[in-house]
């Protein structure tokens, strides 16, 4: 399957990253009514019935919003396992921020998220001229933080939104350059 069949727009070890479709839905309503999911979100549940979030879903499909990018995250066997995206699109400022689910409890901890987020970090810097992703993670969530700082995340500030809060952390094009080819652009390896 060649990606333009698949949709898939990046490739890892463990995860793809390929476009959203329609049979993603059931999954994705599932996530968003576990409440375990929702307070790794600061958020409440979905009250949608699924007939309401289908007619919403296939709507964003066919009409994607300008200033958001959601993508699936799918194991080498082609299971959903989460999402993954960028929103809040600033062309002017030139960033972003950046998202993350893993919707199956047994992906987590194991560097499936890591890795998506790695995948989706080059893709918007390779297709886009955004050079700052930023993100919220809560600040008792460590694992997330922890995860975003080895995919080149740096804590850069506090948040707060209603009774959460929550750790600002950022990526910057020219960090992740670095990061890859050192000081002088000379590949490490």
């Not at 700052?132 to 694992?143: E, I, K």
Request: proline residues 3%; contains cysteine; glycine residues 6%.
């Amino acid at each position: 399957m060649t990606t333009l069949d698949s949709g898939v727009i990046a490739s890892g070890q463990r995860v793809d990253l390929r476009v959203k479709r329609l049979s993603d839905a059931a999954n994705d309503y599932a996530w968003r009514r576990d409440p375990v999911l929702a307070r790794y979100d600061a958020a409440r549940p979905t009250s949608l019935t699924y007939e309401e979030f289908l007619a919403t879903f296939t709507e964003e499909l066919l009409h994607p919003q300008p200033f958001r990018r959601t993508f699936a995250v799918i194991d080498h066997n082609e299971v959903h396992i989460g999402n993954v995206m960028y929103y809040n699109i600033d062309v002017q400022r030139r960033d972003a921020e950046l998202g993350i689910t893993i919707g199956n409890p047994a992906y987590w901890g194991r560097g499936y998220g890591s890795e998506a987020v790695s995948l989706l970090v080059d893709h918007v810097f390779t297709v886009s001229s955004l050079t700052r992703l930023y993100l919220h993670t809560l600040d008792w969530n460590v694992r997330a933080q922890r995860a975003f700082e080895s995919a080149g995340f740096r804590d850069c500030g506090r948040a707060r939104r209603n009774q959460h809060r929550f750790h600002v952390m950022e990526l910057r094009r020219e960090w992740r350059y670095e990061r890859e080819y050192g000081r002088r652009g000379v590949p490490r390896g």
